[in-house]
């Protein structure tokens, strides 16, 4: 089974950056996903961004299109997040996932980001 860790959340002021990152360790696949996700307080969660691990294919929403960022560094086995230009309407709970065929694998436990007007 995959394990995953998230880092790099924190306070930020609206228009400033986080890099959010996602290392994996424990079994691996030839073909996977990482996803990462959101719940804002009192929402739904939502998908930010996706990444095929094996293509590098990435998938943005188009709520931060334009502002986030996905990559990863096959070496460290981590997918990074790359938020710019943040709004305080990005304030959440981001979650990565490992994504098999359709089903997901694995979650993080989430690492919490605050943007501040």
């Known amino acids: 089974q995959v394990q995953l860790v998230e880092s790099g959340g924190g306070l930020v002021q609206a228009g400033g950056s986080l890099r959010l990152s996602c290392a994996a360790s424990?079994?691996?696949?030839?073909?996977?996903?990482i996803d990462w996700f959101r719940r804002a307080p009192g929402k739904t969660r939502e998908f930010v961004a996706a990444?095929?691990?094996?293509?590098?294919?990435?998938n943005i929403a188009d709520s931060v299109k334009g502002r986030f960022t996905i990559s990863r560094d096959n070496a460290k086995n981590t997918v990074y997040l790359q938020m710019n230009s943040l709004k305080p309407e990005d304030t959440a709970v981001y979650y990565c996932?490992?994504?098999?065929?359709?089903?997901?694998?694995?979650w993080g436990q989430g690492t919490s980001v605050t943007v501040s007007s």
């Open positions: 996932a490992v994504r098999v065929g359709t089903n997901y694998d694995a």
């Open positions: 424990g079994r691996t696949f030839s073909s996977y996903r």
């Open positions: 990444i095929s691990w094996s293509t590098g294919f990435t």
